[in-house]
């Protein structure tokens, strides 16, 4: 089964409007990444937050993590119309082999 | 550097037939992930190579599938005989490390089976 789920499945927005996605996962992790893929192309890095961390910030991008409740969300500010993507977070796997799993995604349109 | 290399970028092919899909993961990168994308089931682990040595294969379906890492520029992933069911995108991702930090994509490799 897949470790992470994101919330809401879909996101509809406004240019420069922000948008939020959540994720939550089952076990524990030492890192927590987000990506993004744009229609019909390969999934691409977008940040990482190690355990240890409780937020980061990567230009218009946030993403905070609460390991107490094993879930973390992005926040993707002034959003513009080329924002338009699905977004996944992922997490190591839980059987501590060293690939990861990635969640069911949201998929996120920013209206021009 | 020109990223991770898939082709090709769209296959169909008739049930029962073999189908091979291939990957050139970027330049000294030792570990290479192969996934399998969903509309039902999202994005599946199928099989990863660290330093060309297959390190976990239980994500792959079944006997039909197999993957090869001959060296360590080229990989492979075999369907024989396709069914409909194997219909999706298949994608394959490197990195540096097995450290699961930072997994760089392909354009992946849409495969139908009719």
């Known amino acids: 089964s897949q470790q992470g789920e994101e919330d809401p499945q879909a996101l509809s927005i406004q240019e420069g409007e922000n948008a939020t996605m959540n994720c939550s996962y089952k076990?524990?992790?030492?890192?927590l990444q987000w990506y993004r893929q744009n229609s019909g192309r390969g999934l691409v890095h977008l940040i990482l937050?190690?355990?240890?961390?409780r937020e980061k910030h990567s230009g218009r991008l946030r993403v905070t993590l609460d390991t107490s409740k094993k879930s973390s969300s992005l926040l993707i500010t002034a959003s513009r119309a080329a924002d338009t993507a699905s977004y996944f977070c992922?997490?190591?796997?839980?059987?501590?082999?060293?690939?990861?799993?990635f969640g069911s995604g949201t998929r996120l349109q920013v209206q021009p | 550097d020109a990223g991770v290399i898939q082709s090709p970028r769209h296959e169909v092919t008739e049930m029962g037939q073999e189908v091979t899909l291939r990957c050139k993961p970027i330049?000294?990168?030792?570990?290479l992930f192969w996934y399998r994308q969903t509309m039902m089931r999202g994005l599946e682990l199928l099989i990863y190579?660290?330093?060309?040595?297959?390190?976990?294969d239980s994500g792959m379906p079944e006997d039909r599938f197999s993957a090869k890492m001959p060296n360590a520029s080229f990989s492979t992933l075999k369907i024989q005989p396709s069914e409909p069911r194997d219909s999706a995108v298949y994608f394959c991702?490197?990195?540096?490390?097995?450290?699961?930090?930072?997994?760089?994509f392909g354009s992946g490799t849409q495969l139908s089976v009719l």
């Open positions: 937050i190690r355990s240890n961390e």
């Open positions: 190579f660290n330093n060309n040595v297959p390190i976990d």
């Open positions: 992922a997490t190591p796997m839980d059987t501590g082999r060293r690939a990861l799993t």
């Open positions: 991702a490197s990195t540096v490390t097995a450290t699961n930090e930072k997994l760089f």
């Open positions: 330049s000294g990168h030792n570990s």
């Open positions: 076990t524990s992790i030492n890192n």
